[in-house]
């Protein structure tokens, strides 16, 4: 089974406005987190927004919040205000296990958006 | 900002061939790790690496495959005989400590790897 599934390979939305990216996630572990990536066409992995298992509070880092509901196993990006230069590839990612050292984090298949002017 | 380096930024090598991928990550961080992405798809885990040992290696990461932190800077990723299918993008990345909350990934700019 996939551990995470971004069920929307492509999403196109209007400059200025808010768009969700959907992420769901798979696992058995009480304690886990939750990241989103981006990966602009040049190809680096940005860090954007982090959200722990045991966090009441979802998670927000400027235009970006995470729209996180536990029962439901989802954690959504929301981005406010897109802008052109959010065009990129955005990937859902989970970080599972408590031991020390255990530091696998998976991703998913990703959701490439597209700002229109 | 401090930051991953990866070299090289594009290695075109033979199939059969040895490579290997150099890393310097972040020069406080402890936890080190290599990830792959085949091109238009998602970024797949490889090993991380703790402590001078691999603490986690996924089933992609045979035999073929090894890393090493040869010296205090360097993280190094070695192929040792290459396949068509190893052609991929791949990330170094490294974090202060046990990711999660205000540890994070931080990934270096990738090395293209491409297998003739």
């Known amino acids: 089974a996939q551990k995470i599934t971004q069920t929307q390979p492509g999403m196109f939305v209007q400059e200025k406005e808010a768009v969700t990216l959907d992420c769901t996630y798979d696992?058995?572990?009480?304690?886990?987190?939750l990241f989103w990536y981006k990966q602009p066409s040049s190809g680096e992995m940005i860090f954007l927004i982090y959200q722990g298992s045991y966090d009441e509070q979802n998670a927000t880092e400027g235009r970006y919040s995470l729209n996180f509901q536990k029962a439901r196993k989802s954690a959504n990006l929301v981005i406010s205000a897109s802008q052109l230069g959010d065009s990129a590839m955005y990937f859902c990612?989970?970080?599972?296990?408590?031991?020390?050292?255990?530091?696998?984090?998976?991703f998913g298949t990703g959701t490439k958006l597209q700002v229109i002017p | 900002e401090p930051e991953v380096t990866q070299t090289p930024s594009h290695q075109v090598t033979q199939m059969g061939q040895e490579v290997i991928l150099r890393c310097v990550p972040i020069s406080n961080h402890l936890y080190f790790y290599w990830y792959r992405q085949i091109l238009g798809q998602k970024v797949e885990f490889l090993v991380s690496f703790y402590n001078n040992e691999i603490s986690e290696k996924s089933e992609i990461f045979d035999d073929q495959f090894s890393v090493e932190r040869p010296d205090g800077s360097n993280f190094t990723l070695k192929i040792r005989s290459t396949k068509l299918e190893d052609s991929a993008m791949y990330f170094c990345?490294?974090?202060?400590?046990?990711?999660?909350?205000?540890?994070?990934?931080?990934f270096g700019a990738g090395s293209r790897l491409t297998v003739l």
């Open positions: 990345a490294s974090s202060d400590g046990p990711v999660g909350g205000a540890n994070v990934l931080t």
């Open positions: 696992t058995s572990d009480q304690s886990y987190g």
């Open positions: 990612a989970m970080r599972e296990g408590t031991d020390w050292g255990y530091q696998k984090v998976t």
